[in-house]
């Protein structure tokens, strides 16, 4: 099968388990050149398993994964790991402890341009002067940049890292990981990357893949899957997300928040997506909600408002609102279309946004719990 020239990794169907373990259960990724991917989901569904099945480390019992336009894995083939061309870096960085800087980056490069293909990466990732030291004499962020050189030394086509932020302390994993984005694009290089962390994904990522039960479930640019999760696990995973009930009846959902406009959706139970940043808050002596519970950060804030109906809301708002004090009255306002999603369903009707009706006066409460 012929593959567009931009695809340099490209996962089919992918299926691998352990006994009554799925870990992936048609995995499906198409990688582009130059692209800096980031695979997220929780814990145990499959990304590193993904991973290591991309490079060659487990074999898969079904499905098919090409690198650029050759098949590695699939159709009766399996390409060694060595003879991928793909770099990986692991969680733990696993730098030979025995060996010094130049050696570890200098390991996978072979040839008459072994000297000058590690004095090139050792450049890259700001390490030169250092390569008599030997790994326990850097700090993290400097073991980190040297996996990173290893990885890249023998010019890889893809390089894949599976948690590598995981072992930095919180204070540096901001710096190390904006270093490591700026060296990968810098090398022009090809990557994929493995996180639970959504800020991690969102704040480094060309692009998202995001993951569940050992498949995608939605791919993207940060903006788009952050705009528009087709799936309330993505909603929930890349941002923070309400879920309200509603009831579609001619073209209008009635929600806890007020009437929504839904032209065209069939009616029905629905539960409407609402991004906590895009409520707004007034303080109000009459107002129709009430805040039980306020968290003060600094650069923002987090409340949590009952509704009239007693719907729980999360709110997040930018700066101090010291008037926002627990047990005070304030009305409701959203900012920015809510996201509709079938009652019975975990994918959103899509791409299906609704506005509240200026009207509308919110909380259509049957009772008066707030
Ligand atoms: P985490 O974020 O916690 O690292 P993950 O998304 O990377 O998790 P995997 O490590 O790929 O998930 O594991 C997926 C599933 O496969 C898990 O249920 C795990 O226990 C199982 N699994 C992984 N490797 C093996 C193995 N070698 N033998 C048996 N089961 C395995």
């Known amino acids: 099968m012929k593959h567009e020239s931009k695809t340099l990794l490209s996962c089919r169907g992918v299926v691998k388990g352990w006994g009554d ?8 990724l198409e990688l582009n050149e130059g692209s800096l991917l980031a695979l997220l989901g929780p814990s145990g569904c499959g990304k590193t398993t993904a991973l290591r099945s991309m490079a060659g480390l487990e074999r ?13 894995a699939g159709k009766g083939t399996w390409v060694r790991p060595e003879e991928r061309r793909i770099g990986m870096v692991f969680q733990d960085w696993a730098l030979f402890p025995h060996l010094d800087v130049w050696s570890n980056v200098a390991f996978g490069c072979h040839g008459r341009e072994r000297e000058r293909r590690v004095g090139e990466v050792l450049e890259l ?15 993290g962020g400097q073991q980190q940049r040297v996996a990173l050189a290893r990885a890249l030394a023998p010019s890889p086509e893809v390089v894949l890292l599976d948690e590598p932020f995981s072992n930095l302390d919180a204070s540096l994993r901001a710096q190390v990981r904006a270093e490591v984005r700026t060296v990968l694009h810098e090398a022009r290089a090809t990557a994929i990357f493995v996180t639970h962390d959504q800020e991690e994904a969102l704040s480094i990522a060309d692009n998202l893949a995001v993951m569940t039960h050992g498949r995608v ?17 993505v909603a929930g995973m890349v941002g923070e997300a309400n879920f309200l009930p509603g009831e579609v009846s001619s073209g209008l959902a009635v929600t806890p928040v007020g009437k929504v406009l839904a032209p065209g959706l069939s009616d029905g139970p ?15 002596q009459e107002g129709s ?7 003060f950060y600094g650069h923002d804030q987090l409340v949590r408002a009952r509704l009239k109906d007693g719907t729980l809301l999360d709110v997040r708002l930018l700066g101090p609102r010291p008037d926002l004090t627990i047990g005070a009255r304030v009305d ?37 719990r707030a």
Request: with cysteine; net charge negative.
């Open 21 to 28: 373990t799925v870990a992936l259960d048609g995995f499906d």
């Open 125 to 139: 990732v700001h390490l030169i002067g250092f390569e008599h030291r030997m790994p326990h004499e850097l700090s």
């Open 289 to 295: 909600a009430r805040i039980i519970d306020a968290e």
């Open 332 to 368: 409701v306002r959203l900012t920015a279309p809510v996201h509709f999603f079938r009652a019975d369903s975990a994918v959103a009707v899509s791409p299906y946004c609704g506005i509240v009706t200026s009207d509308s006066p919110q909380a259509p409460a049957t009772s008066d």
């Open 270 to 284: 629905v539960d409407i997506m609402i991004r906590p940043e895009t409520v707004h808050l007034d303080r109000a």
């Open 60 to 72: 898969p019992s079904a499905g098919e994964v090409w690198v650029g336009e050759r098949l590695v």
């Open 217 to 233: 479930i939605q791919t993207g640019s940060p903006h788009a899957v952050y705009g528009a999760p087709a799936h309330r696990l």
